[in-house]
């Protein structure tokens, strides 16, 4: 097993099954998805190109799944939190019930239309 699903399996519940049904949902909507473990946490890339990755916040009760390129995102902007990160934005859940899987897969399938797009917007140099 690798460090990723170690992280993942380990965790306590609620957690546990919060982010067993996010990697579910993210291996559904995006099947050429790899899952790697970077900075502790388990990532999901396509390629060279990060989608998201899981957090778990015992500490204030939530899991993360945030969004490397927060900024070219169109969907569900409302109900993504970026308290005060610059380039990510997560959608946060407390409990299995709070997941709302319609706008999970808008959310990864946006995020994974802008994959290429970089981390920031660039101004147009005129």
Known sequence: ????????LNQSEPY???????QMMIELTLPEVELKYKWGLPCFYIGK?????????????YVD???WNSVHLTKHLKVLISENRKVVCSLRYS????????????????????????????????
Request: hydrophobic fraction near 35%.
């Open 1 to 8: 097993m690798n460090p990723a699903e170690n992280y993942i």
């Open 95 to 126: 409990t299995l019930e709070e997941v709302d899987n319609q706008i999970l897969t808008d959310v990864l399938q946006d995020a994974y239309s802008v994959r290429k797009n970089g981390f920031y917007k660039r101004k147009d140099l005129d």
């Open 65 to 67: 799944i945030a969004f």
């Open 16 to 22: 546990r099954s919060i982010v067993l049904h996010l």
């Open 49 to 61: 190109s990060p989608i998201c990755y899981l957090n778990v916040s015992r500490k204030n009760q």
